[in-house]
């Protein structure tokens, strides 16, 4: 099973993505203002990857990084 990456929901509670989840699928969820210049075929971990190692593992920072969340 591929790794997983964490989230918070609003209520606190975490949620995980697995890494092998499409760019697109995310977009679909949280809007294309996640990752529009990255192929919607990209998986989340190859995108966290791309963004940078400032990253842990969390889908959380992937939507700070692209304004999505606070």
Same mark, same amino acid.
């Given at each position: 099973?591929?790794?997983?990456?964490?989230?918070?929901?609003?209520? +606190?509670?975490?949620?995980?993505?697995?890494?092998?989840?499409?760019? +697109?699928?995310?977009?679909?969820?949280? +809007?294309?203002?996640?990752?529009?210049?990255?192929?919607?075929?990209?998986?989340?971990?190859?995108?966290?990857?791309?963004?940078?190692?400032?990253?842990?593992?969390?889908?959380?920072?992937?939507?700070?990084?692209? +304004?999505?969340?606070?």
């Amino acid at each position: 099973m591929p790794p997983l990456t964490r989230e918070r929901s609003e209520s +606190g509670r975490e949620r995980r993505k697995r890494n092998d989840t499409l760019v +697109g699928t995310l977009q679909d969820e949280y +809007g294309e203002r996640l990752a529009p210049q990255f192929s919607i075929r990209m998986e989340l971990g190859t995108l966290e990857e791309r963004i940078g190692p400032s990253l842990e593992d969390s889908l959380d920072d992937v939507l700070r990084h692209f +304004g999505i969340r606070e």
